[in-house]
Nanobody, 131 residues
């Protein structure tokens, strides 16, 4: 499934930025797959990829890593196969390449935070927060 992320850029600390990620809903060969969940991950310079937020496709439940709770909001538009990430009160430590990801099914762990349990990934969009 092809994922296309948009919205990265440069913003001052305390500012806001919104990201979006659209899923094609089908593979390059034309096969369609259901969406179980979608998420945002990020990789800061010199660090590992980390979970940021996820949304369940069926009931809309949302999940966040502690460092972004109260500042970031993930949402979904099922009809458009799109997720959004509204980022407020941005901090320099939020600087990273942000990736969207898609789960096609529920994995045995039931977790949304494990990158290995996502089936498809977008190309990433850079968010830079200046101090």
């Amino acid at each position: 499934v092809q994922l296309q992320a948009y919205g990265g850029g440069l913003v001052q600390a305390g500012g806001s930025l919104s990201l979006s990620c659209a899923s094609s809903g089908r593979t390059s060969s034309g096969q369609t797959f259901p969406t179980y969940a979608m998420a945002w991950f990020r990789r800061a310079p010199g660090k590992e990829r980390d979970f940021v937020a996820a949304v369940s496709w069926y009931d809309g439940r949302t999940y966040y890593t502690d460092s972004v709770k109260g500042r970031f909001t993930i949402s979904r538009d099922n009809a458009r196969n799109t997720i959004y990430l509204r980022m407020n009160s941005l901090k320099p430590e939020d600087t990273a390449v942000y990736f969207c990801a898609l789960q096609r099914r529920k994995y045995s762990s039931g977790s949304y935070i494990l990158g290995d349990e996502y089936d498809d990934w977008g190309q990433g969009t850079l968010v830079t927060v200046s101090s």
